[in-house]
């Protein structure tokens, strides 16, 4: 009798959880719950009538490779990459293990030889691919956000200095990125020469040409707002005699927190998207030189595997900009 009851307490739902959705129900009004449901359920339908006309689409378009992938192929690819990935830290898993034996019996015969540990050789992964592009776009971002703002400060608090450089930021703005990089790539290597360099030279040139690329939306947005602050505020400050530091941190900076988030979030996704050119076309590592690999490759696979990029591309750019608009919601007073 016992084990039967304990068998029928284990398939209902704990009695918390119950007790969360009443309360949850009776805090929402009928209206309330009504519009929940529909920003739930209208993003879902519009997905699934992507995919469904994705699915019977991509079979009607031939191309050289074969036919363009499906969702049930893309999925399928999506899961070997991860499945390659894993074989692949398995790996470099067992080559630092022989290393570490193989060290261990060399310091048994003599304690003071030098051993070393090297990094396995093998190609990156697609998640090794991804963590470096992310690495290396949020590298650009702040860079840019660190010569953006304080530029776009001094911008908008001078209109003499706005003046002069108005014209200079509405030349170098519109510059795409294919056009930054052969010069940066030059520069680079011309400038960055070590025997032992800390930051590898793809590296810096893929993260140079998204900061020249992106930091312009977050100058302008940061100028605007600065000389848009409300004059009570200005006059209160006249009237305080603020320094200029203190004029900007307590009276400035706040005021034009919005508007320097709206260029912060512009100018992620341009960093995103400059990014992925950037390295398909400077072949430096990433999710970028990883579709120029499989477009070269030209296997039967290799149209769903940059599809799986292409999504993943997406996605990420997505995230990013969610998460840009939570810290704005922390931090700007009119969130």
Same mark, same amino acid.
């Given at each position: ?81 991860? /499945? !390659?990935?894993? #074989?692949? $830290?398995?790996? =470099? +898993?067992?080559?630092? *293990?022989? /290393? !570490?034996?193989? #060290?261990? $019996?060399?310091? =048994? +015969?003599?304690?003071? *030889?030098?051993?070393?540990?090297? #990094? ?216």
């Amino acid at each position: 009798m016992t084990t039967i009851t304990s068998a029928k307490n284990t398939s209902q739902p704990p009695r918390w959880l119950g007790q969360r959705l009443r309360s949850l129900g009776e805090s929402l009004t009928p209206g309330q719950l009504a519009a929940t449901g529909r920003q739930m359920l209208l993003p879902l339908i519009g997905i699934l009538v992507f995919v469904g006309f994705w699915h019977l689409a991509a079979p009607q378009v031939d191309t050289s490779l074969g036919s363009f992938p499906g969702p049930a192929q893309v999925w399928e690819q999506s899961g070997q990459l991860w /499945q !390659e990935h894993v #074989n692949q $830290r398995e790996r =470099a +898993d067992k080559f630092i *293990a022989m /290393q !570490e034996e193989r #060290n261990a $019996r060399i310091l =048994a +015969d003599n304690p003071e *030889a030098e051993v070393r540990i090297r #990094n396995y050789p093998g190609a990156p992964t697609f998640p090794d691919q991804i963590l470096t592009s992310l690495v290396t776009v949020l590298a650009g971002f702040i860079v840019a956000t660190a010569i953006a703002v304080p530029l776009g400060i001094v911008v908008g608090l001078n209109r003499h200095f706005q003046a002069a450089v108005n014209p200079l930021i509405q030349v170098f703005k519109p510059v795409s990125p294919l056009a930054w990089l052969p010069l940066v790539t030059m520069v680079v290597s011309a400038t960055y020469v070590s025997d032992d360099p800390m930051f590898e030279k793809s590296f810096l040139t893929s993260m140079i040409t998204v900061t020249l690329c992106s930091l312009w939306p977050t100058l302008i947005n940061t100028s605007v707002g600065v000389a848009a602050v409300n004059p009570d505020l200005l006059n209160v400050s006249r009237v305080l005699r603020l320094s200029f530091w203190t004029h900007v941190r307590k009276v400035v900076l706040p005021s034009s927190v919005p508007m320097i988030f709206t260029g912060l979030r512009v100018s992620l996704g341009i960093a995103w998207m400059v990014l992925i050119a950037a390295e398909m076309l400077a072949q430096s590592p990433g999710l970028g030189k990883f579709v120029w690999d499989e477009f070269q490759n030209g296997s039967s696979q290799s149209l769903s595997r940059i599809m799986v990029a292409v999504l993943a591309i997406g996605f990420i750019g997505f995230v990013l900009d969610r998460v840009m608009l939570l810290i704005q919601r922390r931090v700007a007073w009119n969130e």
